[in-house]
């Protein structure tokens, strides 16, 4: 079958599919087996559901999707391969004494356990680390990267609950978001939870969602946001962004565009910074920072210039 192509290879392993009319209609996963033909349908799927997607400039995680005649479907054909992307052998440990272990979670690795048993997540690997059994005690979204705090006995998993329950643990995230510039401020809304793990504002009912916002750098369209939840709701900072008409890139289920220029993003720029918080056995106020990753630094060089803007730079590795 012929198909028309921005180019058969673009750089990074891009390929670019346009629809055509006799197409109208089909099956995003199935148009991607019928344009690919190395693919099989559960590679296609995987492909999806690994955000490596996009269609008319932002990624689709809805394999079912009906395309339309004339959308622009891109797909990152690197990752193919049929060995999936190992696990970490180990997590980076950012802070630790006798009562606590903090580690900067990468993208990719969820928290905490998942319906699957078998399934690895960060408490899982961190205790096997450290050699013995830790208590995590928040959770960040499975492509969230940043910091992750566990306790190490019981007494501390209390105490340090007790404070997250009654907002007195600091958590301060960077986002990078495309859009109008957020205004700088509280936004709170009301949140339910709909279809597909999608959060909703709603008028009545719900759960309250505070969050400050303030945006650090950025010019145009492409923005670096300081956000600082004062309640921990579900994906509360991904919906206060896009509710401010500014989602997150690489952010699908709220609207994110899935690239920066020739840039492909590779999953939501969310990266939880530092939390601080009084010690409870010390008394001595705490702060743990986790140094961003290597893929939110490169997509900030190609949403804000190469010369990272200062106010990124306390968080950048040493």
């Not at 830790?134 to 105490?159: M, P």
């Not at 601080?276 to 010390?282: G, L, V, W």
């Not at 986790?290 to 490169?298: G, H, I, Q, R, T």
């Amino acid at each position: 079958m012929s198909r028309k192509r921005s180019g058969s290879a673009p750089p990074g392993g891009v390929r670019v599919l346009q629809v055509e009319r006799r197409e109208e209609g089909v099956r995003l996963d199935l148009f991607l087996v019928t344009a690919l033909p190395e693919l099989s349908r559960k590679q296609a799927k995987r492909l999806v559901d690994g955000k490596r997607v996009a269609v008319n400039g932002r990624i689709d995680a809805m394999a079912s999707r009906p395309l339309r005649c004339g959308d622009r479907v891109e797909v990152q054909v690197q990752f193919q391969a049929a060995h999936p992307e190992a696990p970490p052998a180990s997590l980076p440990v950012v802070y630790e004494d006798a009562h606590c272990l903090a580690v900067n979670k990468p993208p990719g690795l969820p928290s905490g356990p998942t319906q699957d048993p078998k399934r690895l997540h960060a408490a899982r690997l961190a205790g096997a680390q450290s050699g013995r059994q830790l208590v995590l005690l928040h959770r960040l979204d499975k492509d969230t990267s940043g910091v992750l705090l566990l306790a190490k006995s019981g007494e501390f998993a209390t105490a340090l609950g007790h404070a997250f329950k009654h907002r007195l643990v600091e958590k301060l995230y960077l986002a990078l978001a495309c859009g109008r510039r957020p205004q700088a401020g509280t936004v709170t809304s009301h949140l339910r939870e709909g279809e597909a793990g999608r959060m909703h504002t709603v008028r009545s009912g719900g759960m309250k969602a505070v969050t400050e916002l303030r945006t650090l750098a950025g010019s145009g369209e492409y923005w670096a946001v300081e956000a600082l939840p004062q309640t921990g709701r579900t994906h509360q900072i991904r919906v206060h962004l896009a509710q401010a008409g500014c989602p997150i890139l690489g952010d699908a289920l709220y609207g994110g565009a899935a690239r920066v220029g020739p840039h492909l993003v590779p999953r939501q720029m969310l990266h939880a910074c530092r939390l601080a918080f009084d010690h409870p056995a010390t008394g001595q106020r705490l702060e743990i920072v986790a140094p961003l990753p290597e893929d939110f630094c490169s997509v900030a060089r190609a949403a804000l210039g190469e010369r990272l803007p200062a106010a990124l730079r306390p968080f950048l590795a040493p």
